[in-house]
């Protein structure tokens, strides 16, 4: 069978990071983390202890289960996250193409952070934003209008 490639997004915080896997069935979540950190490097990053990552050992990546255990209550705290392991290959691991992995960092202390994946932003009223095309338009007609 033909190993076809994946891409998966490492979320923390506001930041999204996009990490191509051409061989899931080989590539193992170490190489995922390297690339990770060859990433982080390679980019302007605000975030100060983002960009101070030079070694794999410093972030963890965790993943939601795929199917909550029926016996398990949900946690008041939020969703339970399983960290993944370095030596096991992505497809092992349970990855899917376009999955969503969360990205926590080793604090001084040698503690690992809480995840914290940002969440976009509701629109308020979609009403309000039907109606600009039409302001626009009426805008745009005016100015042809004064121009002739």
């Given at each position: 069978?033909a190993?076809?490639?994946?891409?998966?997004?490492?979320k923390r915080?506001t930041q999204?990071?996009?990490?191509?896997?051409?061989n899931?069935?080989?590539?193992r979540v170490?190489?995922?983390k390297?690339k990770i950190?060859?990433?982080?490097a390679s980019?302007?990053?605000?975030?100060?202890?983002?960009?101070?990552?030079?070694?794999p050992?410093?972030?963890?990546?965790?993943?939601l289960p795929a199917?909550p255990s029926?016996g398990?209550?949900s946690?008041?705290?939020?969703p339970?996250?399983?960290p993944?392991?370095?030596?096991?290959?992505?497809?092992a691991?349970g990855l899917?193409?376009?999955?969503?992995?969360?990205?926590?960092l080793?604090?001084?202390d040698?503690?690992?952070e809480?995840?914290s994946?940002?969440?976009p932003?509701?629109?308020?009223?979609?009403?309000d934003?039907?109606?600009?095309?039409e302001e626009?338009e009426?805008v745009?007609s005016?100015?042809g209008?004064?121009?002739?």
């Open positions: 069978m190993s076809t490639s994946q891409y998966y997004r490492v915080h999204t990071i996009f990490i191509n896997s051409a899931p069935n080989s590539e170490l190489d995922l390297h950190v060859k990433a982080l980019t302007k990053n605000p975030d100060p202890a983002a960009a101070a990552v030079s070694v050992a410093d972030l963890q990546l965790l993943v199917k029926s398990s209550a946690s008041p705290s939020g339970q996250y399983t993944l392991v370095d030596s096991k290959t992505l497809q691991s899917v193409d376009q999955q969503v992995i969360a990205m926590t080793k604090t001084r040698g503690a690992w809480d995840v994946i940002a969440q932003e509701a629109l308020a009223d979609l009403d934003l039907e109606d600009e095309p626009v009426a745009r005016a100015k209008k004064e121009r002739a």
